[in-house]
Every structure is written in structure tokens, then in C-alpha cells.
């Protein structure tokens, strides 16, 4: 294996004596350990690591490695999944019409905050094509209705695959995915939901949070599932108001909101720092990687 990071994600019941075997065998292997997190939830008698390995000193080839940890995991009932720096993932954006969180995603890949290739841009909308042009990332237009929606989720999902797309982002992306479409990408769409979930969920939230005069006016940040917003939240985040805001100045400062929310929740899934655990998202910080 050439040198390079390799980060472990791990999920397993709690017992004595996990990070010894863990990090005993990535020593045996002659990793570095860079960085070691973890967390476990007593109420759920559950074990969470994250560790992130140096290979500089390693021979070991990617199968062996995995060959030879699977068998340590299996001995300890885990659930684990291997990731490896030098390997940059292909991400697709989905949006329609709105283009806040699509512009500010580009500008972020470009300038090396996210580490990624943003490979295509999918809207059902040409408003757009512009940004996409500006930042030359191929984009596809493809307009749905409620009875071209099985057609259009097909096309999508062959580019998808045509890209070797490893995440999905919903950066306001004003249409429900099938069940069949999450299903093929569990744990790999993010989308950024316009309100502090769970409050105010569904359409034109920031009128609805308008006429309840609320005062913190926030954006949520998770993986899509079947169940509409309601899947693991990765980040969220909220911005005082007052009783003098309407609902122009709510969208506007929700807008803001949801480029930070969306940015980070995009970065700690790029960066492996989510373990999903039900239907929690456990994420650990960032350590300066």
C-alpha cells in the first residue's frame, strides 16, 4: 500500500479491551495512528471509533488489510468500512431553482475546502446551466412531472453511474425521491433541509415559522431516507431573529444558514467522520485533517 491516510470507521457492542485489539493490530501491521476518536452510548451498550491510520510504513495491500481486520470484526460483532485519502469521490449535485448552496458548494470545492470532484450538476430546471457553465461542470437537465418521475429517477441513476457518483447532494432540490432511488444510495444523499427539524417540515417553512413568531430561525442538515426529513441529522444550525423580521428577511437569513449547514454536513461525510447508528448520525470532529 503506498503511503497514505486510511481511515476506519467502527461500530460494534461495548466491551473491554476494543481499543487494545484495534490498535495493537494496526501497530502489528505497522500503521501510524494519526488520530484515534471515540464514543460509546451506555444507554445503547454501543462502540464508535473512528481512527485514522498512516501508511507510510506499511506494505500491506488494501485486500489484505480488509482480509485481515474482517477477522478481528467478525470475533467482535463489528460493523466497519475502510476509506483511503487518495481515493477522491465523485460527488453529483442535485438543485432546482435555487442557488445559494449550489454556488457556495462549487466555490468551496474550487478553493480546496472539500475534498472531492464534483462531478455533474442534475436539475429539473435550465435556471441554473449558467453557474454550472461558470465553474465547468457538465450539466443535465432533466424536467420532471408526476407522471414522467419513474423515467426521470432512471436517467438520473444511469448518469449517476455513468460518473461513478459516490454522494449525492440535494442542495435544494425541490422534488421527493422514490423509495427505489434512496434505497440504491443508503447513507450516500445529503440533503439540506430548509428549518430546524423536526419543526416546520414540508413546504414554505419561513412563512409557517413567520406566523408562529419564532425567534431562533435555524437549517438541518441529513441523510435522505424513505421516511420524508426525518433521517439522520448531521449538522444543524440556528440564527437569532426578532419580531421585526418578516418573511423575506427570514429566507434570507435562513439562506445564509444553509450554506454553513449543508458545507459542514458535506465535509464530515467526505472527510469519514459519520457513523450511522439507527437512525442517528454519530459525528466525530474534525482533527485538523
Request: aromatic fraction near 8%; hydrophobic fraction near 35%.
Amino acid at each position: 500500500m503506498k503511503s497514505q491516510i486510511v481511515t476506519f470507521l467502527i461500530k460494534c457492542p461495548d466491551q473491554k479491551g476494543l481499543v487494545a485489539k484495534f490498535t495493537s493490530f494496526f501497530y502489528e501491521e505497522g500503521f501510524n495512528i494519526v488520530s484515534c476518536q471515540q464514543y460509546v452510548n451506555a444507554a445503547a451498550n454501543r462502540y464508535y471509533m473512528r481512527i485514522r491510520l498512516d501508511a507510510a510504513d506499511t506494505t500491506i495491500s488494501k485486500e489484505t488489510l480488509e482480509t485481515k481486520f474482517e477477522k478481528i470484526a467478525k470475533t467482535l460483532n463489528c460493523n466497519w468500512s475502510a476509506h483511503y485519502e487518495s481515493e477522491q469521490q465523485n460527488v453529483a449535485i442535485m438543485v432546482s431553482h435555487t442557488s445559494h448552496c449550489l454556488y457556495d458548494l462549487l466555490e468551496r470545492q474550487r478553493e480546496g475546502d472539500l475534498d472531492c470532484n464534483i462531478s455533474l450538476i442534475i436539475s429539473n430546471h435550465t435556471k441554473l446551466k449558467s453557474i454550472a457553465d461558470m465553474f465547468d461542470v457538465p450539466f443535465y437537465h432533466l424536467p420532471i412531472t408526476k407522471e414522467t418521475k419513474k423515467e426521470q429517477e432512471t436517467q438520473v441513476i444511469e448518469l449517476l453511474k455513468k460518473y461513478q457518483v459516490d454522494l449525492i447532494v440535494m442542495a435544494r432540490y425541490m422534488q421527493i425521491l422514490s423509495e427505489e432511488f434512496i434505497n440504491q444510495y443508503p447513507e450516500r444523499i445529503i440533503n439540506i433541509h430548509h428549518s430546524f427539524l423536526p419543526a416546520f417540515q414540508g413546504a414554505n417553512p419561513y412563512q409557517r415559522a413567520y406566523e408562529r413568531g419564532v425567534k431562533l430561525i435555524g437549517a438541518t442538515a441529513h441523510y435522505a431516507t424513505v421516511d420524508l426529513d426525518e433521517g439522520p441529522i448531521i449538522e444543524q444550525d440556528v440564527e437569532r431573529i426578532t419580531h421585526e423580521s418578516t418573511p423575506k428577511t427570514l429566507k434570507r437569513i435562513g439562506a445564509d444558514v444553509e450554506r454553513l449547514v449543508l458545507a459542514k454536513a458535506v465535509k464530515s461525510h467526505l472527510q469519514h467522520q459519520i457513523i450511522v447508528s439507527d437512525n442517528r448520525a454519530i459525528v466525530f470532529p474534525e482533527t485538523g485533517e
